[in-house]
């Protein structure tokens, strides 16, 4: 092997995620213009803008629940399209939802050790409704993110942050290389949505995750994030560093005016 194709493969394993001309319409709507960029491994990325700019479609696109209208995501140095939905999809990338989308009825540990579904076979999964199996990992999980005392409770009796954070327990043992957010903090009272957010990104970093999550709140993202790209009608304004997005870049993404209808 050349040196360059060396070089090249370890750009490439580097790169947790690669966008060639991704774009994604609804009929008439372009939900998302065709974008191209990278993301290292390891970055952590707030996507910004307003409602129906696109930050949901994308982040669906990148989870490879949704296809797209033309291009191509690359997770990994692996183009989505060819990879298989269950197991293979699930070690490289896991989404958390705006509505924390637990399973109300069962125990928040439960919750959490649903996350490894994707390498148990049905037997064992059910098997697991009656006695947790991994029980100890699941713990763990719970206790990493602060709600162990929780772990025998309905998730529905939980709290919304307690949820959430039941939530990113679940992903810990998933354990995927990309973790992806839709507005993970949107629904909890900024009290709540800094200890959140604060976790999810230490969580990232301390495994090495790479982390792209749409945000509602600017000042969150901005505090958090290492890199914010900015969306409006599809189109992507700025996409830059934190420290460099400067106020008036806020305000132009967010002004009303030009701003196509959400319906
Ligand atoms: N399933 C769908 N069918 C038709 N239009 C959609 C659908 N999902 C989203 N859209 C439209 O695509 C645009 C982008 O939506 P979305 O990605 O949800 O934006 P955001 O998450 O930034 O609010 C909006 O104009 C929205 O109305
Ligand atoms: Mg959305």
Redo the contacts with the bound molecule.
């Keep these: 092997m050349s040196l360059a194709s060396l070089e090249s493969s370890r750009t490439e394993a580097a790169q947790a995620v690669s966008l060639s001309g991704l774009s994604k319409a609804?009929g008439p709507?372009e939900?998302l213009a065709p974008l191209s960029l990278t993301v290292a491994a390891g970055e952590t990325v707030a996507i910004l803008?307003p409602?129906?700019?696109?930050?949901?479609?994308l982040l669906l696109l990148l989870s490879g629940q949704l296809g797209p209208s033309s291009g191509a995501v690359t997770l990994v140095g692996r183009e989505i399209a060819q990879l298989s939905p269950g197991k293979e999809l699930a070690q490289l990338v896991g989404m958390i939802h705006q509505q924390f989308d637990l399973v109300p009825n069962i125990s928040a540990l439960h919750n959490v050790l649903a996350g490894r579904l994707g390498e148990w076979g049905l037997f064992k999964s059910l098997v697991s409704l009656v006695w947790p199996q991994d029980r100890p990992m699941g713990m763990e999980a719970l206790a990493r993110v602060g709600v162990a005392d929780r772990a025998e409770l309905r998730a529905g009796r939980l709290s919304g942050g307690e949820q959430q954070r039941v939530a990113i327990a679940r992903l810990l043992l998933q354990d995927p290389a990309i973790v992806l957010a839709d507005e993970p903090v949107a629904s909890l009272d900024q009290a709540r949505a800094g200890e959140v957010i604060r976790l999810l990104v230490r969580i990232a970093r301390d495994s090495g995750k790479t982390l792209i999550s749409?945000m509602h709140s600017v000042e969150l993202a901005r505090a958090h994030f290492d890199r914010l790209i900015g969306l409006r009608n599809g189109i992507v304004q700025f996409d830059l560093p934190s420290s460099q997005v400067a106020d008036d870049m806020l305000l132009a993404l967010y002004d009303i005016k030009g701003l196509?209808r959400?319906?």
Aim: charged fraction near 25%; proline fraction near 0%; avoid cysteine.
């Design positions: 609804y709507i939900a803008g409602s129906g700019s696109g930050k949901t479609t749409s196509r959400e319906d």
